[in-house]
Each structure stands twice: as C-alpha cells, then as structure tokens.
C-alpha cells in the first residue's frame, strides 16, 4: 500500500514536505498501523501519536485526504494522504495540544461534599457533552477557530457540560460568551468529524446562547433583529414588493400535474432576492408540480434559534404549521438552506419538508440546455450537514452548467448570527472561502442558500446564482434554440 | 542539553492513568507535585480505556466481607489480606470523591449510583458510565488536575529511578525532543501500569509496556507474583491488526451469551453454575480450549451474542462497543461477536504495603504497577477501584515523606549518557526486537505454560536482551529504554511461571499434576529482588 504523508522535523525542514511511502500491510489495516509499518519498516523516526487502539483517548488524530480522523479507527486505504491536525506542528505528525487543552473549564464544586441531589435526568443530559476523548478533530476543522479569538467547540461543548451540572458553582454562561459563544457559524463541521459524533452546535452552542440571551447577553445585531421578527414576523424589512405580494395562491403547472407540494419562501427570498423565488416558480410549473403558497407563512426562527433568543420561537412555529397544515399539503419545499434546516431539526411538522434539489431529482426533472461557463458549487452548511444533501444540487448542476468544477465544502461565514452580529469575522472565514473559490477558476458559483449566496458574493466578487435560477436560464436557452 | 534540565518537586509521581492523577491530587496537599507521563497526561494509561466499571459496597443488601471474599476466591487465595481488606472497605468513598468531582455515572430511577452484575462477584456491585467508565473516571481525574496546582509534564518518559544512598530521590527523564533532564524529589511514586505489550494480542494501549516493573526492580524494589498473567477471554479477533482489543466484560454483564462454532454455551462444561460471568481465568482457559480443540470460528474466535437483547438496551449500555463494532463493519445488535482471549492485565508487581509503600524508601507504587491486591486473578470492576483506593494512599504517603536534601549519584547520570550513545552504534531496529519479544510471550508464556516452553522463552529472552538496540534520532531514545524495559518485565514474568511450579488463577501449567485446590497452596508469592529470586513457601499447607 502506498501512502504520502506529511513530514517535518523542526530542526532541519523550513517547511513540511510529503514523502511517499510504500509498505505491506493485512486485511482491514487501519491508517495507524500503515503510520507503525512507516516506522518499522522505513524509517524509524516518524513521529505520532498513538495509544489505546480504539478510539477511547483521542491520541492519534490526524488529516486522511483532507479530513480529520482517529488513525485507529480509520480503515486506510491506497494512496492516503496523511497530515497532521491542523494546529500548531510539533514534528511529522504532532501538534501542539497545549494550548486547546488549557482552554477546558473544569468543575468548581465549591464546597459540595454531598452530591446526592444529581439525578438521572441531569446525567441523561449530561452524558452526551461527556464523550470527548479531546481529540481535537474540532479545532482543527472550524470555520471560526483562527478568523476570530473563538476557543473553538471543544471547549464550548465543555462549558455547557459544566453549566448543566448542578455541582458546578461558576458562571459558565458569561466565561463562554468570553470563550467566543457568538463566533460559532453553527456549520456543524464540527459534529462531521467528531468520533463521537458529539452535537455541539445544537447541545451547547444554541443552549448556552439562549441562556446568555435571556440575560441580555445578545449582540446588538441579534437584538435588533429579533425585534423585528416580533414585530413583522419577518427577519427582512419590506422595501419593495415582497414575494408573497407578486404571486397567486396557487401556481398551476404546465401540462399534467405530476404533484402538489406548498412552497416556504423564507425571509431572504421574500423580501431581499425575489427574483430567484419567482425562477424556482417557473421552474416547478415546468415540470408538472403545482405549488400552493399560503400567505400566512411566517419567519421560521432560524436567526432566532442559532442566536440563543427563542423566546418567540413557538409562535413562530404554531403559526407556519398552521399555514401549511390549512393548506393540506403532504410536502413542503424550501429553497433556503436554513430554513429547511430548521423546518426539519427544530420543528415537529405534520407534513414532509423538503429542499428543492432533493426534490426534483427524487422526482424526476426535465434536462435543462446547457448553460455557458464554468460553474462551481458551494454547499451551503445548512444543506449539506443540516439536511445531509449533497449530491442532488450536483446532479442538478451536471445537466445545467456548459463546465461543472468541484469545490470542497467550507462554511463560507455568513451562518449562525455570525454576519450580523460579528460582520468582521464573517469577512475573514469568507475570505478563506474566497481563496478556495479562486483556485477553481469558475466564472459563477451556484448555492442553494441565500445567506451563502450574498455573502459569497461580497467576498469573492464573482456572481453567484440560484441554482433555481440558472435552471430555469437552461430551460429559456433550450426554448430558444 | 544534559544537567541544566533540572528540576525539584517534593512528589513526583510517575504515571498518568487512574491511579496516577488519583496519587498527584492527593500530595498536593502536602506540597509541589509533578506529574510525568510519556503519553499526553490521561491519555496513556489503560484507565482511560477500561469499559465495565467500578466496584464498590454501595447497598445494604450487600458488605464489604462479601466483596473481600469474591476478591480472595477469584485471587485463588493468592492476595494478601491486608490489600484486599484496603480496597474493600475503601472503593465506596473513592467512588464518592469522583462523584463529588464532577463524575457522571449512569444513575439508577431513585438516582443512587447504579450497579451491574460481572464475574465472580455474588452482588451487583459494579459501578459504571455505561461501557465507558474509565474514560468518565480519567475525564474527571483530570478536571481536578487542571485545577489543582500540579505540575503536568506531557510526552516524557522516566528512563531510570536516581538514588540518594539506599532512598529514591528522582528520575532520570527524556522529553519528546530527546531531550535529558532530571527531577529531583523527597518521593517518588510509581503509577506506570501493566505491561499487556509484551503480548502479541492484548487490550492494552500502546504504553501498556511495563516500565515501572523494571525501574523499580532496577531501583532495588521487591517485585511479586509476576507470571499471574490475566488473559481477558473476550478479545476481537477482526481485523487482523486490531486482534485483541477488548470487549468489555459488560458485555456478558449485560446477558451477552458465548457460543462454540457448534452453538453450544459451552461454559456448563467449565462452570455451571456460573456460567459466563465465571471468573475470567476459567473463562479465558473455556475460550482457549474450545479453540484449541477446534471448536472455534474460522478466523479462530468464539462467539459473543447479544442479538437477543433489546436494540434499546445495547445502545444505552453498551455504546463503545456498538461503534466499535460498526465501524469494522459488524452490527452486534443484527449478530455477534467473535472473540478470543487477549492479554489484559497483571496482577503481580511491585510488593507494597496497605499504605503504597515499596520495599524501597521514599518509593511508592499504586494500581497495576503493584501486586497482591489482586492475588492470581483479578475481578473485573477491582482495578478502576484499585486505581483509586491506593492512588489516593499512595499520595498520602509520598507527600507525607520529610523533604530532604537530595544529593543524586552521579553514577546514574552518566551511566544513562552513555547508555544512549550506544544505542547510536547499535545494528538491530527497536521494532524487531518488540516484535520478536511480542509472539513469543504470545507463544510460549501465554494461558497453557509447560516447562519446556518457558525455559526457551527464557533463553530467547536473554538472547534479545544481548542485541544492540539502534536509534537513529533523538526521538528513539525513549521507545529503545522502553524495549529494555519490556525485555527486563518478560524476564520476570518467565522466572515468575517457572518458579510456580503449580496451576494457580491465571497461571496454568501443563506439566505439573497437583493435588491441591488453590486454598490450600503450599505456595505463597513468587519473588524478585535483584539478582534473586525464589516463591514462599506456606508451611501449613505443608
């Protein structure tokens, strides 16, 4: 088996370099015990970390192709690429864990000589913020960790695990607010490569914020909008026409019904960018899907809940559930990521929710003409690990764009509060986010969220469409031809 | 380089698994602590791994005679009594500290400390974080570390004990750089763990390597009982390199069954009454002779179901090892496991008292790096209650110890400068000399023992420690100190196996046709001191 894997020694090398390696290994090897064969049989002073064998201390995680792992757990594969974590390099394969680990709060039990009075709920609740072997895949692949002073999602994960604790007497609300509470874009990257598939954003990051929200603690930005949404049941102020206002209650499709979904604007395409919701439109009716649109839909609390300030949050979603339900529908589209992400995660619904793409490729399209240039697809986070749809946009996108460029998936900044309240930081994820979409050399990048697509926008300068929109551009070039 | 790394603390403590942390956050009531470890501090040990739990006398239903007696009667009568008395009485309110500190134990409905059946115990007396108790214990271990004022030295390994005159007054070390240094302090405490990597197929984590055996064996100190060997039965068999890695004993806690290729349980041939929570060196020798006589799975593993459980209840108590398993492709709720006996843990070691002190002065020892707590098999649940009732003893006697003015031999001192240059002009690879030492401990020191066998071990033995260890890097010093190390355990464990010329707990020899039940052992310890070496002989079962 043949592997590349990351060398330095901080003596002699300015810089890491890759050496390839090729060594024997058995059936089912896992990526450490390519790392041991390296060092037995190549060269013995290849540096890394190891040490239970099965995945219950967090030693050994490294980068395999990109993305963190447990090197004892990770089947290796032919032509891996191994790298360390990426935090500050010690030598090969190890990094300096120092300074992550001394960003974990430990238990101030005061003067608690009788616990007793912890019961099996606090632990229930507990248990899951427990499991972190500190590994520090986290730190090592978020977004927020380096384009701001964020302490990163291990060390929020362990705030709120002290903050449930009734043993714990300090203030963990405030000390995470200090630690970065609102730097946190809720990707959930982090979630993606933990080992223990701990849920951060949702189990720490969202409760923690709620808590500092009901103490005042909320940015400014943060206030002010949820201001708004209490007053107008909208995160988007009207300027213009809204989209709600310029279409029918019920958009009959051309030709035969192939089905009847209700459609979920959002605020963003509401109000902000209408011109993709009215492309998505003719795009349904194309291919066959009547669309039913109560009026009385409302924001579906997204900002609200990624910023911690919910308190409006059951109205919000009596009020959405109710305007579906009275419309008797049995699926409901989004085309903004976020709020298909919370319509699915954070509401009970009576109906299917489901995004557009996942959609008309589930039920068949009608192949668009191709469209000139070359296009690259950004996952929007929501999309891709808040409702794990990955492929269809890209299916889509194959059969529309004349040149279709991959780019790997990088929060681009603009979620989680982050844009509003911490316009800064959100600049400097984007800007990382902007170098990787130069290196594609695409003329447009398409998304599926219209967060992601101003913002993307603004950072990289290049025109971002809908991917609704440049559907439909395929289907005016095929009528035209 | 060299001597200008110099430190002083008045305990060191050597060793960051359970009874590592356990022993610094206890001297430190006493003074300036430093805790060493060559792993990332909690990482290393195999606390930090250990599944099941934690036993303690926590009910009125149950006592702590009832758990001294389990603990004997699985030790084959080999403990010695004031240990297990220490560690019965004791493992409740050790418990509770960790409780105090922050621990989360999964909790009964009436939120007391929920408890699980294991082997040889005649009470569910096990404490447990669903199958990853060891790794909530260190977690908590190590919040109270962070916030104590020990000093935590990552990724340095101890390479030999220094002396002042008769008493222990410091360590040697070598950072991960390769860099010397040395550490003075009025007490040193051994907290190093087993030393399962002498074994081909063990549960051990990597640092599993016996290194205070042989420092402390080095530094003078009596060592005991070290052929007692356990073998945990239930080991994974797939892939090839993960072979041995272990499957709790919770997991037959839980009413997982074992079952030959036949599908026979066939534990009512080895213990009826208990079946598979028998002690684990009968359940270990079941699994080895079914194997052994052919009644084993292709890829030579038994199997361990649990298919017959509730999905629900495998999920909540049983986590690690449904991940574990899904991730090698095996879905334990759809169809079982296969395992295989696997070396876990060893229940000689340095000879201490009830309050941790070695036969050397100003040296103490606690957990697995000792012996006579667990006799010649150890019950599953003791050693995490092990960790914690004689880490804690430990650190009181340690930081109990007067300062002193510690003037180090200097002998040592250059003794290891030059032991390290020779290791650059060596000719043969650490990794040859591990691997060799690895298969044949595996074969010829492994649950059946003979004579035969074990004399060549103990020739083979002596061959590799004459081959010249080669480094390349500074980075290799601590891993060829620690292949001597290892060389320097097994010779022990094979003197240990040809000295007890009996079958006792987990040592079973073959060879030898003994009229006795192991309660009436003309047999005490086997013993290493230095050069010497004999067993003690009980002169009423004469």
């Known amino acids: 088996m043949k592997v590349s894997i990351s060398r330095f020694n901080p003596e002699t090398d300015a810089e890491p370099h890759f050496e390839t390696y090729d060594v024997t290994v058995r059936e089912g090897a896992r990526v450490l015990n390519v790392l041991d064969a390296v060092r037995d049989e190549c060269d013995p002073s290849l540096s890394y970390r190891h040490c239970c064998r099965g995945g219950q201390c967090g030693s050994c995680a490294v980068r395999v192709n990109g993305e963190p792992a447990l090197a004892c757990m990770q089947e290796a594969k032919d032509g891996d690429i191994i790298e360390p974590l990426n935090l500050p390099r010690i030598r090969d394969l190890v990094t300096d864990i120092a300074p992550a680990i001394a960003q974990m709060a430990w238990l101030s039990a005061g003067e608690c000589r009788d616990c007793s009075y912890v019961t099996a709920g606090d632990v229930e609740e507990i248990s899951p913020l427990r499991e972190c072997i500190e590994c520090f895949s986290c730190l090592s692949s978020c977004p927020a960790v380096g384009a701001s002073t964020y302490a990163g999602p291990t060390a929020i994960r362990q705030q709120q695990r002290l903050n449930l604790d009734p043993r714990d007497k300090a203030d963990r609300v405030e000390e995470a607010v200090e630690k970065g509470l609102f730097s946190c874009t809720t990707c959930h990257k982090c979630v993606e490569v933990c080992p223990k598939g701990i849920e951060t954003p949702r189990k720490a990051v969202e409760k923690l914020r709620a808590q500092a929200a009901a103490r005042g603690l909320s940015l400014p930005a943060h206030k002010s909008l949820a201001a708004l949404i209490e007053s107008t049941g909208r995160s988007v102020e009207r300027k213009e026409p809204t989209f709600l206002e310029r279409v029918p209650d019920v958009i009959e499709p051309e030709g035969e019904v192939r089905s009847t979904v209700g459609f979920f604007v959002g605020c963003m395409f509401n109000a902000r960018v209408v011109q993709p919701a009215l492309d998505a439109m003719d795009v349904l009716r194309r291919n066959g899907i009547r669309v039913i649109i109560p009026k009385s839909q409302v924001c579906c609390g997204s900002p609200l809940i990624r910023t911690g300030l919910v308190g409006f949050i059951p109205e919000l979603q009596e009020r959405n559930i109710k305007a579906f339900a009275d419309a008797g529908v049995d699926t409901v589209l989004t085309m903004c990521a976020g709020c298909g992400s919370t319509l699915k995660n954070d509401y009970d619904t009576p109906f299917r929710v489901a995004d557009i793409t996942e959609f008309l490729v589930e039920t068949g399209f009608e192949e668009p003409a191709k469209v000139p240039g070359t296009y690259t697809y950004h996952d929007p986070c929501h999309l891709l690990r808040g409702q794990h749809i990955k492929e269809q946009p890209r299916v889509l996108l194959r059969s529309a764009a004349e040149t279709f460029v991959e780019l790997a998936p990088r929060c681009c900044g603009a979620g989680g509060g982050v844009k509003s309240g911490k316009p800064e930081e959100a600049a400097r994820i984007g800007a990382v986010r902007a170098e990787m979409v130069k290196e594609t050399k695409a003329d447009y990048i398409v998304t599926v969220c219209p967060f992601c697509e101003f913002h993307l926008h603004q950072v990289t300068g290049l025109p971002v469409k809908n991917m609704a929109s440049l559907l439909l551009e395929g289907y005016q070039r095929k009528d035209s031809a | ?542």
Not at chain 2, 79 to 91: M, T
């Open chain 2, 1 to 542: 380089m060299g001597w200008e790394n110099r430190t002083d603390c008045h305990v060191l403590v050597i060793g960051s698994g359970g009874a590592g942390i356990r022993a610094a956050v206890e001297a430190e009531k006493y003074g300036t602590v430093s805790i060493i470890s060559k792993t990332i501090t909690g990482k290393g040990g195999c606390t930090v791994m250990a599944e099941g739990g934690y036993n303690a006398v926590l009910s009125d239903a149950d006592a702590v005679s009832v758990h001294f007696e389990d603990t004997v009667k699985g030790g084959a009568y080999l403990n010695d009594a004031a240990l297990v008395e220490a560690l019965v009485s004791e493992a409740p309110a050790r418990i509770r500290d960790l409780f105090n500190w922050g621990a989360v134990f999964d909790l009964t409905a009436d939120n007391t400390i929920a408890q699980r059946p294991f082997g040889g115990q005649r009470f569910a007396r096990t404490c447990y974080a669903g199958d990853h108790t060891g790794h909530e214990m260190v977690m908590t271990l190590l919040e109270r570390l962070r916030g104590s004022n020990v000093e935590i030295h990552d990724e340095t390994t101890v390479l030999e004990l220094v002396k002042d005159g008769d008493r222990v007054a410091g360590a040697v070390t070598v950072d991960r750089n390769g860099e010397l240094g040395l550490v003075t302090a009025d007490a040193v405490i051994l907290a190093t763990g087993g030393a399962g990597q002498l074994y081909d197929v063990t549960t051990n984590s990597t640092a599993g390597t016996g290194d205070g055996y042989a420092l402390g064996y080095r530094a003078g100190a009596k060592l005991i009982d070290m052929e007692q060997v356990q073998f945990h039965p239930t080991g994974a068999v797939f892939p090839a390199d993960s072979r041995g890695r272990l499957i709790t004993e919770a997991v037959r806690g839980e009413g997982g069954l074992l079952r030959n290729i036949h599908g026979e349980r066939f534990m009512e041939k080895y213990d009826p009454a208990r079946m598979e929570l028998s002690t684990r060196d009968i359940v270990a020798r079941a699994l080895a002779t079914e194997i052994l006589e052919g009644r084993g799975t292709s890829s030579g593993g038994i199997y361990l179901d649990v298919t017959h459980l509730p999905a629900e209840q495998i999920e909540k108590r049983l986590p690690v090892m449904l991940s574990q398993f899904l991730q090698f492709g095996i879905d334990i709720r759809c169809e079982p496991m296969q395992v295989a006996p696997t070396a876990h843990h060893f229940m000689g070691g340095l000879c201490i008292t009830a309050q941790a002190e070695t036969t050397v002065p100003r040296l103490f020892a606690a957990g697995e790096v000792t012996g006579g707590v667990h006799g010649a098999n150890r019950l599953g649940g003791n050693a995490l209650a092990d960790t914690q009732v004689f880490g804690r003893r430990a650190g009181i006697s340690a930081g109990k110890c007067e300062p002193s003015a510690k003037s180090v031999d200097a002998g040592i001192l250059s003794a290891v400068e030059e032991k390290i240059s020779r290791l650059y002009e060596g000719d043969t690879a650490v990794s040859s000399v591990q691997k060799r030492l690895k298969s044949l401990m595996w074969n010829n020191v492994g649950i059946y023992r003979n004579e035969l066998d074990l004399k060549v071990a103990e020739r083979e033995v002596r061959k590799l420690q004459g081959e010249r260890l080669r480094i390349t890097s500074p980075q290799e010093i601590a891993g060829a100190c620690i292949t001597e190390n290892m060389l320097c355990t097994a010779s022990l464990v094979i003197s240990g196996a040809l000295l007890r010329r009996e079958s006792r707990g987990a040592h079973t020899r073959t060879d030898i046709k003994q009229k006795w039940e192991a309660s009436s052992s003309p047999f005490g310890h086997t013993w290493f001191v230095g050069e010497k070496a004999g067993i003690d002989i009980v002169e009423a079962n004469l």
